[in-house]
Every structure is written in C-alpha cells, then in structure tokens.
C-alpha cells in the first residue's frame, strides 16, 4: 500500500487533541493516553448498552451516540499510534492484509 490514511488522519486528530489539551490545561504525559483509551471504551460499551436498553439513561439517538462513542475510540488509538511512532498503517498491511495475497505454497 503506497498512501498512509491512517497517518494523516492521525496528524489532522493530533490538531485537535493539542487544542482540546491547551484549552483545558491537559497534560498527555506517562499513562493518559492508555488511561483515556480505558475511558472511551467504557463510554462506548455504555452507549451500546443503552442502545440495547440494558442500561440506565436513554440517548435521543442511540445509534449516533454509538457512532460518536466508536470514533472517539479510534481517535484515541491513532493518537496513541502517533504519539508512539507506530505506523499502523505498515502494521495493518503486514497484520492483516498479509492474509489477502496468494497463497503459493499449498
């Protein structure tokens, strides 16, 4: 694979998150980013559980807020990919696209 969208899209999220941090006086340093994964998936697993009625409290749009808790989640894994110097878009290629070539040898 020749083009990086993940790469880019990580730079354009590491804008936002630099603001948001500035804006709020965050500190990203030592375990944040591992800690705020921990927190967007929790919000995501509530928003499923609510849209599935099996939890307290009720979204006006369930499925957006899903949608809205799930692109939280990815964001936070690409900054964290990003701030680690890991190129995910190399590793999901060797990962998992590895498994779409030919196979010669059966």
């Avoid at 006086?25 to 921990?38: C, Y």
Wanted: aromatic share 4%; charged share 25%.
């Amino acid at each position: 694979m020749t083009d990086r969208p993940l790469a880019a899209l990580a730079a354009r999220l590491m804008q936002v998150s630099d603001l948001y941090a500035e804006r709020h006086g965050i500190d990203r340093s030592g375990d944040w980013p591992m800690l705020k994964l921990a927190e967007e998936v929790g919000e995501m697993t509530q928003a499923w559980l609510r849209r599935d009625g099996r939890a307290r409290g009720a979204a006006d749009d369930p499925q957006a807020a899903l949608a809205e808790e799930a692109a939280d989640v990815l964001a936070t894994v690409l900054l964290i990919a990003h701030a680690q110097g890991i190129d995910l878009d190399a590793a999901i290629d060797a990962k998992w696209f590895a498994h779409l070539a030919p196979v010669t040898n059966r």
